[in-house]
């Protein structure tokens, strides 16, 4: 099945059309999942939606429905009880191929999986209710 909005010279839109082959694990309308050929773990999976776009604000809200959802079943499906769901937008923030995908990994031990940083501040309590506010008004 082609997909709704595709790129012609995007790996994952190619992928979707079938000209390059995948593990496939789910296909619908909207959504496709396949195995990551380069997996942090066994049971490393992507699920994409079939509406090229770069970034999450380039997919309609209509075409992201299912994504977690799939992501959800993929855990279960692989037993996964410990694992994480990443999502990149933009190559500073580790973004490789420019159509949005969610990474289902799973996180059997503490060598296997993703390894996260998380570089925690402090916040200001004063700026953060102001910024709080602005972005509530922007949504």
Not at 95 to 102: A, E, G, L, N, P
Request: charge should be negative; hydrophobic fraction near 35%; include cysteine.
């Amino acid at each position: 099945m082609a997909a709704i909005h595709s790129d012609s010279s995007c790996i994952f839109c190619k992928i979707i059309k079938g000209d390059i082959p995948s593990f496939k694990l789910f296909d619908s309308d909207k959504t496709y999942a396949f195995l990551d050929i380069g997996p942090l773990s066994k049971g490393h999976c992507l699920v994409i939606p079939k509406y090229h776009g770069k970034t999450l604000q380039d997919i309609p809200d209509e075409h992201l429905g299912e994504i977690l959802v799939v992501v959800k079943k993929l855990a279960t499906a692989t037993g996964s009880t410990n694992y994480n769901v990443l999502q990149n937008n933009g190559r500073i923030a580790h973004q490789v191929v420019d159509h949005v995908h969610f990474h289902m990994i799973p996180k059997p031990n503490e060598e296997e999986g993703l390894g996260v940083g998380w570089p925690t501040k402090s916040a200001d309590m004063e700026e953060l209710k102001k910024y709080c506010e602005e972005v509530k008004s922007k949504m």
